[in-house]
């Protein structure tokens, strides 16, 4: 029996891709699962940032609210509200720190992309730092274990049109939110589900793949309970 494909849409910047990553990790072992990384981000740009939500500091005022649920739904107690609360520097967007994990794939494959992604996501959430500035993204790569010359060269050159794959990809895919989980090329999960929720829908999944040609069984898509995602 072949690992169960999985491929995990995510924004660094985005609290409940934070909540469903260990999550995720948890299962893996377990179910056997492929794990394959993409960077999908709302916002690129502050523009954007402030044609969703106003103006700068409505933004990081409404994300530190979804935070808060973000806080309540985790498993381990990480997130720091009041960290990023008393940080001067605009709420960033998610275009650097996808870069910067597509930069890592450049250098080491899928692993060293969930490396950073956790990296940074963690230095987002937890410690406060600003992902938004390239000195700390390249800083926080160099931490974890990247040749701060080789990671600038693939961040500049080979992360651009990488990230575009992603996002072509997940445009495809009609992926509007994350986390999204694409399963088998086939079902999508959206939202950070339980792991509970999560694990049921990954073992219906394996078992309507398992099935002989010509047999049917409703494996379906696990329904993400509001609001469990950004979009």
Not at 23 to 43: A, M, N
Not at 99 to 114: D, K, M, P, T
Not at 214 to 225: C, L, Y
Request: hydrophobic fraction near 40%; aromatic fraction near 6%; charged fraction near 20%.
């Amino acid at each position: 029996m072949s690992s169960l494909k999985v491929e995990f849409f995510h924004d660094v910047v985005c609290g409940w891709c934070f909540v469903l990553a260990p999550q995720l990790k948890l299962l893996q072992r377990e179910l056997d699962l492929d794990i394959q990384h993409r960077s999908f981000i709302l916002q690129s740009s502050r523009d954007e940032m402030i044609e969703r939500f106003g103006s700068m500091v409505q933004a990081k005022q409404t994300i530190l609210g979804h935070w808060q649920s973000c806080a309540e739904a985790e498993d381990v107690k990480r997130i720091n509200i009041e960290g990023m609360r008393q940080q001067r520097f605009e709420y960033p967007n998610g275009l650097l720190a996808a870069r910067a994990c597509q930069a890592a794939h450049a250098l080491g494959g899928n692993s060293a992309h969930g490396l950073l992604f956790d990296r940074l996501q963690a230095a987002h959430l937890v410690h406060s730092r600003n992902i938004g500035d390239p000195d700390t993204v390249v800083a926080i790569a160099a931490e974890a274990g990247f040749a701060p010359q080789a990671f600038h060269h693939s961040l500049q050159y080979q992360a651009p049109a990488l990230l575009d794959r992603d996002l072509q990809l997940g445009r495809g895919l009609n992926i509007r939110s994350v986390p999204s989980l694409v399963v088998a090329e086939r079902y999508v999960i959206a939202g950070a589900v339980g792991v509970e929720q999560l694990r049921q829908a990954l073992t219906q999944i394996r078992s309507h793949l398992d099935q002989p040609a010509g047999h049917t069984t409703d494996a379906g898509s696990a329904p993400s309970p509001a609001p469990r995602g950004c979009a």
